[in-house]
């Protein structure tokens, strides 16, 4: 059994203990008492529905094991299945509760929508009140409680817990975790640490070389005096729009929000060491709540206030936990940043991440929380001090459909960021990235209003895309992560990795996914051949962190060198009907005998890059890669000749009505190429990763398929939403958009399937995609609905 180390005593380290002992030698380190950090004030909430199937399935958890545990152990942990309501005041608000509530009934929790009349709670004033979401499921548990209870399960199975015991810095060895070294310059070796020690994790993160943006902030609720005739189980309330939670505490009421423009607290400063810190009391931070709370539940004006707790909470830049192994240092794995549902959160956080830990793979796709998902530049203080200015309120701010950040902007840009702002690029944030999102004519495209429904950008888009029926457009795709293998084994790496063969002619490129040991597919990529020796590899920006560990683990032992190339290059995307001769404009080379997917040298405008003919918008077109130096005058000189840029919404659209995949939504750990529909990438006639899995999967038959949708009402479909069939729930949407060009509403869904079913069979079902609290008809398309055969695209 392997040696592991966990740093931090409270429910999540204490959590991963429990589910490690037995399965490895585990020995837990608190710098204190355990939960004398953040557990121990913790509200207790216990909520099982999350905005997403996965983070759902996680959260599920708690419910199946909290009990268990006081089976186990004879302890209680206070849990108790109270109800919970979800209030909403604003409209749009209705629509993302619709949404989560029929995910919630998709897993079988009891989640339901009601009028504000129905919640039926003695003293609760409904005025404002536009609708709710009922989850039977939500409950409390005791924090402490719950934490004595992991530790007794863990000791039981043999896991060592030691408190007052403080870890100085980690002991990195050639880019591998080897164990600790305590502050009394005692090393412990291990293989394997897990740093589950909250917002303290950055310090000792930090002198690893580990990026992990957690900042501390003041986090406050308060309790009441006792309150007479309350309901006994008291259901947590959420005043969503008003950023404020109510839970009932043994016949008293504790209040908590969740702070916009949250003060940041310095986990290192002079109080950073004092165990079960309570820090003063702040009315003006916590008076917006009060007064929420105060005209939601009246009876408080005769309450008084028991105890006003301020403690410190840890919250990440985008208000999404880390989990998982570190990209750049093996054996190191992190749980952190738990953005105060940690005490929730941690049965299943503790259950995933003892399986990746003991097994060296995640058991079911995390990206959501995947520590491999962050750019090292936004764990800088001043990026993720800024960040908590809306951070925190995330938490319960409406999620409204292409929501952008405001706070923390302007972190990373490409070399052309100037260009495509004087060409009127409205920016959001892609992969982390300042990117177009669509580009404005007039002062009336700009600052469009956010909706649940119709886009504001939508006709804007459409115009974007028109012009690649004669013309070309420009689409900026520097963000894309660019990966140079170059060495004598670089050829039998890829070919490892890669499900398609590369192993082809000089200048030729294929499109692959790279699989796990399951066939589930960790990046879909384009790798192109330069020489003999020489590859370069292209793939989504989100997984530039993924890519290089996944890249440079494969690459152990061998005789190859992996550099990334990432900011090395902008790339202009110049596609559509006249990008040929937009290209051959400006430049002397033979842009007709250019087959599709290869790869030259050439010049445009005097510049020499390369050029890559691909296309993910499905049109006729090139992907140019010039040095990040030289790209202003190609960009300018392409403008000039009547090339006007598309963004990312308008490629969004592109994509979706040409079938094409995009990783993290349509792709994942969890899905094969054979269920993506992505089988002609495969070359049976080699070895690879995961073939074993696929072929498997092959003999046995496939047991779902991702398809196309065409939905004729329509309705704004984003992701998650379930897809029905006589009455029963056959799948969940992955993606969606509407067609740039075929003005078509269409989803990318995984459905269930007979084994042997075949695509015309599927298309005879009738089904039904539930979107927002409706049914809406969904029609099985046999092929993407432009341009099908390719014609446009290879043209």
Same mark, same amino acid.
């Given at each position: 059994? &392997? ?16 589910? +490690?002992?037995?399965?490895?030698? *585990? ?17 207790? /909430? ?114 060592? /817990? ?12 050639? %880019? ?40 501390? !902030?003041?986090?406050?609720? #308060? ?13 947590? +309330? ?13 016949? &008293? ?96 956080? %503790?259950? !995933? ?16 929380? @995947? ?34 950040? &405001? ?63 004669? %013309? ?26 890669? $499900? ?9 490129? #294929? ?13 879909? !990529? ?44 902008? !790339?202009?995307?110049?596609? =559509? ?29 005097? *510049? ?5 003919? #691909? ?8 992907? +140019? ?10 960009? @300018? ?16 659209? $592109?994509?979706?009505?040409? %079938? ?16 993506? =529909?992505? =089988? ?13 899995? +696929? ?57 269930? /399937? ?42």
């Amino acid at each position: 059994m &392997k040696n592991i180390i966990i740093i931090g005593g409270g429910a999540i380290g204490l959590s991963l203990a429990y589910h +490690l002992a037995g399965r490895a030698h *585990v020995t837990l380190l608190e710098r204190n008492q355990l939960t004398s950090g953040t557990s121990w004030h913790a509200a207790g /909430i216990v909520g099982p529905l999350r905005a997403s199937a996965n983070m759902t399935k996680l959260a599920m958890y708690a419910g199946e094991l909290f009990p268990k545990l006081e089976e186990e152990t004879g302890l209680s942990t206070g849990y108790r299945q109270t109800g919970g309501y979800w209030l909403a005041r604003e409209d749009a608000r209705m629509d993302e509760l619709h949404r989560i509530a029929a995910l919630g009934r998709h897993f079988g929790l009891g989640a339901s929508i009601i009028a504000p009349d129905d919640i039926g709670l003695p003293s609760m004033n409904a005025d404002g009140l536009v609708g709710a979401l009922r989850v039977e499921q939500d409950a409390n548990v005791n924090p402490v409680d719950l934490c004595m209870a992991y530790a007794k399960a863990a000791r039981a199975k043999g896991a060592v /817990i030691r408190e007052e015991v403080r870890v100085a810095s980690l002991l990195i060895e050639n %880019g591998t975790a080897k164990g600790v070294t305590l502050e009394d310059g005692t090393e412990m070796l291990a293989d394997s640490v897990a740093l589950c020690a909250g917002a303290w994790s950055k310090k000792l993160a930090d002198a690893a070389g580990v990026a992990l943006p957690l900042q501390a !902030v003041e986090h406050m609720y #308060v309790v009441t005096e006792p309150m007479s005739d309350l309901p006994a189980p008291y259901p947590v +309330l959420r005043d969503l729009d008003r950023g404020f939670y109510v839970k009932g505490d043994a016949g &008293k009421l504790v209040i908590g929000g969740f702070e916009p423009d949250a003060k940041v607290w310095d986990a290192f400063g002079p109080e950073g060491d004092r165990p079960f810190l309570e820090m003063p009391e702040d009315w003006d931070q916590f008076l917006p709540f009060m007064e929420g709370a105060l005209d939601l539940i009246p009876a408080l004006v005769d309450t008084g206030i028991q105890h006003f707790m301020n403690g410190p909470e840890s919250f990440t830049n985008d208000t999404r936990p880390y989990i998982g192994q570190t990209p750049n240092v093996d054996g190191l794995f992190v749980a952190a940043g738990m953005n105060s549902v940690g005490v929730m959160s941690s049965a299943g956080i %503790g259950h !995933v991440l003892s399986d990746w830990m003991v097994n060296d793979t995640a058991p079911v796709d995390l990206w959501e929380v @995947d520590v491999a998902r962050v750019d090292p530049l936004t764990a800088a203080a001043s990026h993720i001090e800024s960040r908590m200015k809306e951070a925190v309120a995330d938490s319960f701010s409406l999620h409204w459909p292409f929501k952008q950040p &405001k706070a923390g902007r302007g972190l990373r840009k490409s070399a052309l960021h100037d260009h495509w702002r004087v060409a009127g690029a409205q920016f959001g944030l892609t992969a982390g990235w300042e990117r177009g999102l669509w580009y404005a004519q007039d002062e009336a495209e700009m600052g469009l209003p956010y909706s649940v429904g119709d886009q504001s950008w939508y006709p804007i888009i459409r115009r974007e895309a028109a012009q690649m029926s004669d %013309g070309a457009a420009l689409v900026d795709l520097s963000p894309f992560g660019k990966y140079e293998i170059e060495g004598p084994d670089a050829l039998s790496l890829l070919q490892s990795l890669a $499900c398609a063969n590369v192993d082809m002619e000089n200048g030729c490129a #294929v499109y692959t996914p790279l699989l796990n040991a399951k066939g589930g597919i960790e990046a879909d !990529v384009t790798i192109a051949r330069i020489t003999e020796a020489r590859f370069r590899m292209t793939s989504a920006a989100a997984l530039r962190q993924k890519d290089l560990a996944w890249l440079r683990r494969h690459s152990a032992g061998l005789n190859v060198s992996v550099t990334d190339r990432t900011e090395d290059e902008v !790339v202009i995307g110049v596609m =559509g009907a006249g990008a040929r001769a937009a290209l051959a404009a400006l430049s002397d080379d033979d842009w007709h005998n250019f087959p599709f997917s290869t790869r030259k040298d050439v010049t445009v405008a005097g *510049v020499a890059m390369t050029a890559l003919r #691909v296309s993910f918008v499905g049109e006729l077109g090139w992907e +140019l890669y010039i040095s990040a130096d030289q790209g202003g005058p190609v960009f @300018d000189a392409l403008y000039r000749n009547g090339a006007r840029p598309l963004g990312f919404y308008a490629l969004d659209g $592109c994509r979706i009505e040409k %079938g094409f995949k995009h990783w993290g939504h349509d792709l994942s750990t969890d899905i094969t190429p054979l269920e993506a =529909g992505l =089988g002609f990438t495969i070359d049976w006639t080699k070895s690879f990763i995961g073939k074993e899995a +696929l072929l498997a999967q092959k003999a046995h038959g496939l047991m779902r398929r991702q398809v196309m949708f065409d939905l004729p009402t329509h309705p704004l479909v984003l992701h998650d939403e379930p897809v029905w069939e006589k009455g029963r729930i056959v799948g969940l949407t992955t993606s969606g958009a509407r067609g740039a060009r075929t003005g078509r509403t269409l989803a990318l869904a995984m459905i269930d /399937i007979a084994p042997g079913e075949k695509l015309t069979e599927s298309q005879t079902r009738h089904f039904e995609i539930e979107i927002a609290g409706q049914r809406h008809p969904a029609n099985l398309l046999m092929r993407p609905p432009f341009d099908p055969t390719g014609e446009r695209m290879r043209g």
